[in-house]
């Protein structure tokens, strides 16, 4: 089945580690989307990218970097630099055209101790 | 950016009509409105959009009003399985593509 898949669900690591997050997609879309959320708020975005070897930063980038060398994947790096990394991650993919939808990941949530 | 206000939280019960109303007074005029909901510790998953008109599908159907300030999802019956937080959104038109997500409301379904 077609969907966008992040992994691993739980993940923990030590401070001032770094940690990668995965998101691969099988929509054959264009864009991809990471989102950080809190607890009680609402999404915030990190980085996107619309085309491979491409990509931009969004709101909260610092302290995060991407790839996005083929178009099925666009893992996350969580740097020591982050300041709180403790979150729950969300990755989105959507065809690049005007007004549609975007598809979510299951999401990543990850803790820092 | 279009921004959304939406009420922190509201109550319905099951069975009955859901009512989430949503502003967004700044929204231009090729922007949509659309509507997320995530369930607790899951991905975002998409409801419904508009432009002018409103719409409907299996899910819910969105009102948007004649000066497309403000719009209302609205859930026929609403189940427990219901329960979110619903997010109103208004898409951004540049040359690239974003979704922001501001704080959305809390729907809690009573049984």
């Known amino acids: 089945d077609g969907g966008i898949t992040q992994s691993p669900k739980y993940l923990f690591r030590k401070e001032g580690q770094n940690v990668t997050l995965s998101c691969e997609q099988n929509l054959n879309h264009d864009a991809m989307y990471w989102y950080r959320q809190d607890p009680g708020q609402g999404l915030r975005l990190i980085y996107y990218s619309q085309i491979v070897n491409d990509f931009q930063k969004g709101d909260i980038a610092e302290g995060y970097s991407v790839s996005r060398e083929k178009k099925e994947s666009f893992p996350l790096t969580v740097t020591s630099a982050q300041k709180n990394p403790t979150a729950f991650y969300l990755c989105?993919?959507?065809?690049?055209?005007?007004?549609?939808?975007?598809?979510f990941g299951q999401g990543t949530r990850l803790t820092v101790v | 950016d279009a921004k959304t206000t939406q009420p922190p939280s509201m109550d319905c019960a099951e069975g009955r009509a859901a009512n989430l109303p949503c502003n967004h007074s700044t929204i231009s005029g090729n922007e949509y409105v659309y509507w997320y909901r995530q369930i607790h510790s899951q991905g975002p998953q998409y409801i419904i959009h508009g432009l002018k008109n409103n719409e409907t599908n299996e899910m819910a159907s969105l009102i948007i009003t004649e000066d497309r300030k403000s719009s209302t999802l609205i859930l026929p019956h609403a189940t427990l399985r219901d329960t979110a937080v619903y997010y109103c959104?208004?898409?951004?038109?540049?040359?690239?593509?974003?979704?922001?997500f501001g704080s959305g409301t809390k729907l809690n379904v009573k049984p």
């Open positions: 959104i208004v898409r951004v038109l540049a040359n690239f593509n974003k979704f922001y």
């Open positions: 989105a993919s959507r065809i690049s055209q005007m007004n549609t939808e975007a598809f």
